[in-house]
């Protein structure tokens, strides 16, 4: 039943989709989103559909679907067993269309607000071409990628071979292997990927938009302001999604880190840098109207990026710590991302005329010169990310061989251009407009500079004197205080120009300095959190300490300051795992103070465990213990520090918390105008 | 702002020093991934001392420690090679598990400083899994 329900939830998405290019291209004329309505429903309806019947068979245990069969077992506890409804490869692909329709809907609702008055011509193609991606990815799941084929030779745990039609004869396997083990291992697994989707999936939007003003040839700015909008959203759940992601790698992945350039997990930072620098470049053309072909050029290379990173993830074609996805989807995706470069850029190349000459800058030292150079570093970040993720393809396409590239390779290219961008985030802001005047420029920096040069200092007194670890002291305090002395900066000037009295009326400044430019200052907001990242990871990545130790029962060592006491072994039985593992006790200074218990998790009759790190958060950074092996006589224990590691969870969530106020500001003022 | 006409040579002079670098950084960051019948075949291309990584499967009963370092035999079903891996165990290193070492030939051994345990439920390579 599930399977019927399914598949007619799929098929009702593909028509829903169809339906609303062919209503859309035939209002596009007058700009009339009425007759919209009913197809963006049925999408939307068929998309909800399809999912719920996806979870209502994970969570009943209805084996006779293949991917429940293949992804499922009835021991999985919740929340996992609903978030298996995403975690591998059809079940993503159902998620995918469900939040594309959710974006189409909300897309509708702001288009159909706009048209009632004089027509709105460019949000109504928009949706016609967000119809077209959803033909698309409706179309996958009704083809290659059909989450409800019906199992129907079984085996005792799992599904050996599956038909596409419901009314297929079902054979239903007593039980399943379960999700991949490393996908129930953390809370946050049921959390990132949405989030990430919702990044990936909003970027169609801004997408949308482009190409719509495009084939309606209206160039002007209106197409960028949503573009921008709308970038702002998917921006927002991205940086969310990635600092997440980072997370949940280092709290399941057991090897210390967070970030290993694995194509998984370039896949989502390439479309950040690039709608990053997007964010950006769309000011210099509001306010200048410079930079105007520059600007599509970002907003569809963004989303061919994440088109890229399915194809890359989704297909199997780079095999990864993730690859736990491997299918015959990817020529489909290949074919996908080649029509939609080929596609935009013909259409593009068609329109140029239409793109005016981008106005002479006065000057390069401004604001405008700043978000330039912004663009600059932002593009080669994206470009070398880009290359070393595609470079193994290329040889192994050429040569058969199976290469990898390193980590030196990234942390030698990023690292200089990750400096420079923090430099741009502390000058740059402090820029006017047009044309600066270097020494106004440099004065207003004297004080950040001097703190960030003090914070340099302290660090070499107290922390460390490694060159990485200071610079990036010195480089993210520099744009944070460039930040705050800037708005320090403005709101007494403007208490001065008032003549309020004297006490207290800086602080209401600051307050209606905040609330008078609200997405200004949710940028340096984001600037902040971004420094916060580049700090933490200046530190983890220097000072972080390593050791590896045999233990018996009773056993004490002493680590980075701590004292570990291995005081016995543990075992449980879970309904899905068996769990081993070590009760450790951590003291500081003869002080208890916690207890971790890591251990080896293992899955239903795997031999291989999955080890599952413990972890002890303090101010100054992170003990993190694994256990490498555990047996009757003792275990086997690597240790780790990760100095300010939490640095990067919070000053990535703040810097989607930027994106977020921005996005609230702008939507409480148009409440408030009336709009 | 100065001359337009100087914009596109300085875009080009950093398009062309970012590729250079990019260039030479990847070559010198290339790690070769072989299976055990490739690393035999191939063995005239990797030298002593040339590094690899080296992907199979533990063969149980091979695994063996003396004084921190480790020995076992990893195969890919068509040839077995021994390895003796000096540097950090991965977590829950055991037989019968899928892993991939780092290090070079010496000899008729490879020497591995480094090795992951690969999760996937079935150690076989891409193709193979796709087709099944």
Redesign the interface.
């Known amino acids: 039943m599930f399977a019927l329900l399914g598949i007619a939830g799929i098929l009702t998405g593909l028509a829903g989709s169809i339906w609303l290019v062919i209503a859309a291209v035939r209002a596009t004329g007058v700009g009339e989103a009425a007759g919209l309505r009913r197809p963006v429903q049925t999408i939307l309806g068929g998309a909800v559909l399809a999912m719920l019947a996806l979870e209502a068979a994970l969570l009943a245990d209805d084996f006779s679907l293949e991917y429940v069969a293949n992804h499922h077992a009835r021991a999985t506890p919740f929340p996992f067993n609903f978030a298996t409804g995403w975690a591998a490869l059809e079940g993503s692909i159902v998620l995918w269309g469900l939040i594309l329709a959710v974006y189409t809907w909300v897309t509708f609702k702001s288009v159909s607000r706009t048209a009632r008055n004089e027509g709105d011509r460019l949000g109504v193609a928009a949706l016609a071409v967000m119809g077209l991606v959803a033909v698309f990815f409706f179309g996958l799941q009704a083809t290659v990628a059909n989450p409800f084929q019906v199992c129907v030779e079984a085996a005792a745990n799992g599904c050996l071979d599956a038909s596409p039609f419901p009314w297929a004869a079902a054979q239903a396997p007593p039980d399943g292997?379960g999700p991949?083990?490393?996908l129930q291992n953390h809370i946050l697994m049921a959390i990132h990927p949405p989030m990430l989707y919702l990044g990936f999936i909003g970027l169609t939007v801004p997408f949308a938009y482009a190409i719509s003003a495009l084939a309606i040839k209206e160039a002007g700015v209106e197409w960028l302001r949503r573009s921008r909008r709308s970038t702002l959203v998917a921006w927002t759940f991205l940086t969310a999604g990635i600092v997440l992601g980072a997370w949940w790698a280092y709290e399941v992945l057991?090897w210390g880190g967070y970030w290993g350039w694995d194509p998984v997990e370039n896949a989502s930072l390439m479309p950040w840098l690039v709608a990053t620098a997007f964010l950006h470049s769309a000011l210099v053309q509001m306010r200048r109207g410079a930079l105007q072909a520059w600007n599509f050029v970002l907003v569809i290379g963004a989303f061919s990026l994440t088109i890229l990173g399915t194809f890359l993830t989704r297909s199997?074609v780079i095999?990864s710590?993730h690859?736990f996805t491997?299918?015959?989807i990817g020529p489909v995706l290949l074919g996908f991302l080649f029509l939609v470069v080929a596609g935009s850029f013909w259409l593009f190349s068609t329109r140029s005329h239409l793109v005016a000459d981008s106005p002479?800058?006065?000057?390069?030292v401004s604001r405008e010169g700043s978000f330039l150079l912004n663009n600059?570093l932002l593009t080669?970040f994206a470009?070398?990310v880009l290359?070393?993720t595609l470079?193994p393809l290329v040889?192994e396409a050429i040569t058969g061989?199976?290469?990898?590239?390193?980590?030196?390779?990234f942390v030698?290219?990023i690292v200089p251009l990750a400096f420079a961008l923090l430099l741009a985030m502390g000058v740059g802001p402090q820029t006017p407009w047009r044309e600066a005047d270097p020494g106004r420029v440099a004065a207003s920096l004297r004080v950040p500079i001097q703190v960030a040069l003090a914070a340099g200092v302290l660090t070499v007194l107290f922390a460390s004197r490694i060159g990485y670890v200071v610079g990036a002291v010195v480089a993210g305090t520099f744009v944070i205080a460039s930040g705050v002395s800037l708005l320090i900066g403005r709101a007494s000037r403007a208490a001065r120009a008032r003549a309020t009295g004297p006490s207290g009326s800086v602080g209401r400044e600051i307050r209606r300095q905040l609330t008078a430019e609200p997405s200004f200052w949710a940028g340096q907001l984001s600037h902040a959190g971004v420094a916060l990242v580049a700090i933490g990871i200046g530190f983890t990545a220097n000072l972080a300490q390593h050791g590896?130790v045999a233990m018996e029962p009773g056993d004490h060592i002493e680590f980075a300051g701590y004292n570990l006491h291995y005081r016995s072994p543990f075992l449980l039985t879970e309904p899905n795992r068996r769990v081993q593992g070590a009760t450790i006790e951590v003291s500081v200074d003869g002080e208890v103070v916690t207890e971790l218990r890591p251990r080896?998790n293992f899955y239903g009759g795997?031999?291989?465990?999955?080890?599952t790190p413990a972890v002890h958060t303090a101010f100054t950074g992170d003990l993190y213990l694994?256990?490498?092996?555990i047996d009757a006589t003792g275990i086997?224990l690597?240790m780790d520090t990760s100095p300010g590691i939490w640095l990067l969870w919070v000053g990535g969530l703040i810097a989607a918390g930027g994106g977020a106020w921005s996005l609230t500001a702008r939507r409480r003022a148009l409440v408030t105008a009336g709009v | 702002m100065p001359s337009r006409k100087l914009i596109w040579p300085a875009l080009a002079l950093v398009a062309a020093a970012v590729m250079v670098l990019i260039a030479t950084n990847l070559g010198n960051s290339l790690t070769y991934y072989l299976t055990p019948q490739e690393a035999v075949d191939r063995r005239t291309e990797f030298p002593d001392g040339q590094r690899f990584r080296l992907g199979g499967l533990v063969v149980v009963g091979s695994l063996t420690e003396s004084g921190g370092v480790k020995t076992f035999d990893v195969t890919d079903g068509a040839e077995t090679i021994q390895v003796q891996l000096t540097g950090a165990v991965p977590p829950l290193f055991a037989e019968d598990v899928g892993v991939v070492v780092e290090g070079a030939w010496s000899g008729s051994r490879f020497e591995a400083d480094t090795a992951l345990v690969r999760h996937d439920e079935s150690y076989e390579a891409p193709a193979t899994t796709q087709a099944s």
């Open positions: 292997p991949n083990p490393l057991s199997g095999g710590v690859s491997q299918s015959a002479r800058l006065d000057s390069l600059l080669i470009f070398v290359t070393g470079y040889i061989d199976r290469v990898s590239v390193g980590r030196p390779f030698r290219m590896e080896a795997d031999t291989a465990g999955i080890s694994t256990l490498l092996n086997l690597r």
